[in-house]
């Protein structure tokens, strides 16, 4: 069993080379002598491997299992011609070719010329026109339909992987399956040509040995005529039947190949359980038969074919029966399965995201009616990676007849964030003086990302309100800008442990020391999971795992307090940060804080087992809030990213002090700003 094995692997091992020298050799028979006997064994072979190829075309359930076809199809002609030539070159000089050919002639002609040219010519025509002629139109239909067909599938793949039914691997696999049909199918139109040559080929072949044998036998060797035609028939009668019975089978199975589509079973058993699904067919066609007998056509056919199908009749309405029988119990047992208790648990499932759409909006997700929202949905997910470091969980669409029709909600774990609505066949414009603008024409909105003065306009209108300077999106880009809003702004809800330690366990593969170094003696996971949501929940980015891994293996010595350890990472951090502030001078503008109202914030900082937290006295705390929203609001007129700057004691406190009144305010300490960029103050805040 070793040896069996090991030569096995070897001539696997061996395989393209092996195979690369047997083409050469093809190519040489058409030039070398062959004996006769030799030319037996390749004729033999040629049947016997035309079977093996028919055989494994009809017990594959999927084309593609057998995608070598078209590149075997084209070996295997070479090799059938090959044989031709050799055996024409016997049938010229000597008069005879072998056992396998003789033996072929004389049966089939069976001492009648006519009998055995008709015969071959019918081979050659139930080849070159009806199967042949078939399996190229079916491969050419088939690779046509399947280039059109692969938009569709490859929308169909991101659908199901936003919708979290299959993974990225599952995604990939199924398109290679996309990309391998294409191919396969467009080598197969190319494929049957072969066999539509070789038939072809096998027509002018026989001529020749005819006409060049009568030639030769009556001016060079002496035959009579009579013996000539009957020589030379009989070779060339028997030549072209034992390469054209390989031929019929290998275009047999180029038919059953391109004929069938991906199935759970061989050919075999598909046709025995679609044909004779329907009992009662065979009972139809028992009682004609018996009628048709009993009138007055041949009794003995019509009888025994009667007799035959009322008898599977009989046999397979009895398995019908038994069939419907254990799928009523299994239906009846699938519904005593639901109803048990521990099966509701499945109910409880909190989607992470989802979109619930109105029914006026599912031509947004609809791809025969133009919807790429699915599209824009993969590339959100993909800039949402790049962007923030972590891949944001699939995006589940679902349609709600509870909605208003163009209403669509984003939901995050089952609880609705934001909502909008949109129409389909309009435009939205935005810009600030958008709602006192007379001249053009639309219903006034408010765009629901950012939330600022907007227009839904007609289609005609969209050329002036671009004229006019406002900015004009389509419906599924409102959609798109609003989800990807609510993706950064609620990152740090989507990250869960899960996610943390898939990262991790991304960075250990490729820098195991500091992760074990971090955990678990140092930190858990959800320690980790706390800190890297700190940094989302103000849209910093942590696609720089590493060097956030590498800050807490430093500082987790001194500290367990994940509020802390984030300022820590923030600091090492500062390049990024502060980059997101600066414009394209290079300039940061900044807010500061008075030192006295500094020095009252730190002595109002409160500890408590939940954690530090800032206790102002409620009357200082709403005349700060409402200078900080006067600030904000000339910042933003201005075109300047509000951002204050504080110290690093108070950074992470002050900040959620604030977030709840104004969240778009940024909030740096001192050590977070980067020393190569230039500071300009545009204002100091005071109470």
């Not at 020749?208 to 060079?220: F, M």
């Not at 208003?404 to 939205?428: F, R, S, W």
């Not at 849209?539 to 956030?548: A, N």
Request: some cysteine.
């Amino acid at each position: 069993m070793e040896t069996r094995a090991g030569w096995m692997n070897l001539l696997q091992e061996r395989s393209d080379i092996i195979i690369a020298i047997l083409v050469v050799c093809i190519v040489l028979m058409m030039l070398i002598p062959m004996k006769p006997a030799l030319l037996d064994i390749m004729l033999t072979f040629n049947i016997s491997f035309a079977l093996i190829i028919l055989m494994v075309s009809m017990f594959n359930s999927d084309p593609l299992e057998f995608s070598v076809f078209p590149s075997l199809l084209l070996i295997m002609t070479l090799f059938r011609l090959a044989l031709n030539v050799s055996s024409t070159r016997l049938i010229l000089l000597n008069a005879e070719a072998g056992q396998v050919i003789y033996t072929f002639g004389s049966f089939v002609v069976g001492g009648n010329m006519i009998v055995g040219m008709v015969i071959f010519l019918i081979l050659v025509v139930i080849q070159f026109i009806v199967i042949t002629k078939g399996a190229e139109r079916v491969a050419e239909v088939a690779a046509r339909f399947t280039l059109d067909a692969m938009p569709g599938k490859q929308m169909a793949i991101d659908a199901d992987l936003n919708a979290g039914l299959i993974d990225e691997q599952g995604a990939k696999e199924r398109r290679q399956k996309i990309q391998r049909e294409a191919d396969f199918y467009g080598a197969m139109d190319g494929a049957s040509k072969f066999v539509k040559g070789d038939a072809i080929a096998g027509i002018i072949i026989t001529l020749i040995n005819i006409i060049g044998g009568l030639i030769i036998g009556l001016a060079q060797k002496g035959f009579t005529f009579d013996k000539a035609i009957q020589t030379y028939t009989i070779l060339t009668v028997g030549d072209g039947l034992v390469t054209q019975i390989p031929a019929l089978l290998i275009s047999t199975a180029t038919g059953i190949v391109v004929t069938r589509s991906a199935s759970k079973f061989s050919l075999g058993r598909e046709v025995t359980s679609q044909l004779f699904s329907h009992p009662r067919a065979l009972g139809i066609a028992a009682v004609i038969l018996a009628v048709l007998g009993t009138i007055g056509l041949p009794k003995f056919p019509m009888y025994l074919l009667a007799a035959l199908f009322g008898f599977l009749f009989f046999a397979f309405r009895r398995s019908a029966l038994e069939i419907a029988e254990v799928e009523e119990k299994e239906e009846v047992e699938e519904v005593e399965e639901i109803k048990r208790s521990e099966n509701v648990m499945e109910l409880l499932q909190v989607e992470k995201m989802e979109i619930e759409l109105g029914y006026g909006l599912i031509p947004l997700v609809d791809v025969e009616q133009g919807g790429d929202l699915l599209d824009r949905i993969v590339m959100i997910r993909r800039q949402c990676a790049v962007e923030l470091g972590f891949i944001v969980p699939p995006v589940r669409i679902r349609d709600n007849m509870q909605l208003k029709p163009n209403t669509y909600v984003i939901k995050i774990k089952g609880m609705e964030i934001a909502n909008g609505e949109l129409m389909l066949e309009n435009y939205l414009a935005i810009g600030a003086d958008i709602e006192n603008d007379t001249e053009l024409y639309g219903i006034d909105t408010i765009e629901p990302a950012f939330k600022l003065p907007a227009k839904w306009i007609l289609t005609e209108h969209k050329d002036l309100a671009e004229m006019k300077g406002y900015t004009v999106v389509d419906p599924p880009s409102v959609l798109a800008t609003h989800l990807t809003a609510v993706i950064k702004n609620h990152a740090h809800e989507l990250l869960g442990r899960q996610e943390v330690q898939n990262m991790i366990d991304f960075i250990k593969e490729q820098n195991p020391a500091v992760v074990e170094e971090l955990i678990p003696d140092l930190m858990s996971v959800g320690e980790i999971q706390k800190v890297l949501a700190n940094l989302l929940r103000e849209q910093v980015s942590i696609r720089d795992m590493l060097t956030i891994l590498e800050t807490l293996a430093d500082y987790a010595k001194l500290t367990r307090d994940t509020d802390v350890l984030t300022e820590y990472v923030r600091q090492t951090l500062k390049r990024q940060i502060t980059r997101q502030y600066t414009d394209e001078s290079g300039v940061m503008k900044v807010l500061t804080l008075d030192p006295a109202l500094e020095e009252k914030m730190r002595e109002s900082l409160q500890q408590s087992e939940f954690g530090s937290y800032l206790a102002l006295d409620p009357e200082l705390a709403q005349r700060l809030i409402d200078k900080l929203n006067i600030y904000y609001q000339d910042m933003m007129n201005r075109g300047i990213t509000p951002v204050i700057l504080c110290a690093p004691i108070l950074r992470i406190y002050f900040k959620r002090m604030i977030e709840r009144f104004i969240s778009n305010f940024a909030v740096l300490s001192y050590n977070e700003v980067d020393g190569n960029v230039n500071i300009e103050v545009v204002g100091m805040i005071a109470v």
